[in-house]
């Protein structure tokens, strides 16, 4: 009997990975067009402060429905959010740090095109694996090091595309937009597994850590909004510039944020890696059968790399396990992991 249900969460895993893919691929081309259409430029300070008032909403509401009854609706948020200043405190970290690369990254996409700041972003698999070894006391072994690195080029490879001539009408700065992707591919590995760890240490749901989080993204968002727009928007008001399009860019920027912290409860960051280069290539497959695009030899070999690198991490490890590790890996068997 336990198969059937084994199939659902595989399903269900391969569903929120499939979506969370997607919503990225879309967000950074939105974003990209927001930044360079020729309208009024809205504060993007203020969009990333948005999407983390969606986000709490959309919790709210899921907490709502998983809790059952409004008496235990309240009494969790009474508990986990009113009555825990020290777990509110303990969130505030990653809050901070996503803030910062949720800015980060439109500060890159101002000043760099899409697909190069696609393929530069690939850096946070290797980033991702080195803050899960350092802070989740894991090992990998040097083969799956390897892989990491191998899907890093893989993905690249399969994203390359040559430099396309885009009618910009701002002003763009490469070099500011390459330092904006080194801050943001620090925070997004930092970031992701604290937020793992804190998850995964308690029985805790999944959307009280989102909220606690949200909570204080929001003050942390909305000092950035002060400090860094706080004049012309008093000026000009706190939606200046917005239009369907950025309200898009917010949406997408929710959605991806809700579905990215179920992937990682039911996997890890790593994973997350993984499957989303293969979905990227899935994807890329699929349009090639359906619009009948052409296969260029860097996606081929790109697409063979990141095949290998999946293939390489999931081997059996030959060097001997420390009891420590034994123990993680039983534990993620028992949760389905
Ligand atoms: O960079 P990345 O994710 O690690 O960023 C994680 C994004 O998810 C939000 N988040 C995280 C945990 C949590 N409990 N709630 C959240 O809302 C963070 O605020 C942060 O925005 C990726 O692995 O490539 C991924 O990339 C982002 C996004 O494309 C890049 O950061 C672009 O700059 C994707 N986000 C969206 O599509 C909106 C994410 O899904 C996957």
Do not use: H
């Amino acid at each position: 009997m336990a198969a059937p249900r084994e199939n659902v969460n595989l399903l269900f895993k391969l569903y929120c990975l499939t979506v969370m893919t997607l919503v990225a691929a879309a967000y950074t081309i939105a974003l990209r067009y927001t930044r360079t259409s020729d309208k009024e430029l809205y504060f993007s300070t203020t969009a990333v402060c948005i999407t983390e008032v969606i986000k709490l909403l959309l919790s709210v509401g899921i907490l709502a429905k998983e809790t059952g009854s409004l008496s235990r609706f309240k009494t969790s948020l009474r508990e986990n959010v009113l009555g825990s200043p020290k777990e509110l405190m303990k969130l505030s970290v990653p809050s901070l740090v996503y803030a910062v690369q949720n800015n980060m990254a439109f500060l890159a996409l101002s000043n760099l095109d899409a697909a190069v700041y696609q393929v530069t972003y690939q850096l946070k698999i290797p980033c991702t694996a080195l803050c899960t070894v350092l802070m989740l006391n894991r090992t990998l072994s040097k083969l799956q090091w390897a892989s990491v690195f191998m899907l890093c080029g893989g993905v690249t490879l399969v994203q390359w595309k040559p430099a396309q001539a885009t009618k910009v009408v701002v002003e763009q700065n490469p070099l500011l937009g390459f330092g904006a992707i080194a801050i943001a591919v620090l925070c997004s590995g930092f970031a992701g597994v604290y937020f793992e760890k804190v998850l995964k240490s308690s029985d805790t749901s999944l959307w009280v850590r989102n909220i606690q989080m949200y909570l204080s993204g929001i003050v942390v968002t909305l000092v950035g909004v002060y400090l860094s727009d706080g004049d012309e928007i008093k000026e000009k008001g706190f939606f200046y510039g917005y239009t369907y399009y950025v309200w898009f860019v917010i949406f997408l920027a929710s959605v991806g944020g809700l579905y990215t912290s179920v992937v990682v409860k039911y996997t890890d960051n790593i994973m997350k890696g993984f499957s989303a280069a293969a979905a990227i290539v899935l994807s890329t497959i699929a349009s090639v059968m359906l619009f009948g695009l052409q296969i260029t030899l860097t996606f081929a070999l790109g697409t063979l790399l990141v095949c290998v690198s999946i293939y390489l991490y999931g081997l059996p490890r030959q060097d001997t396990m420390s009891i420590q590790e034994g123990e993680t890996a039983s534990k993620d068997r028992v949760s389905g992991v």
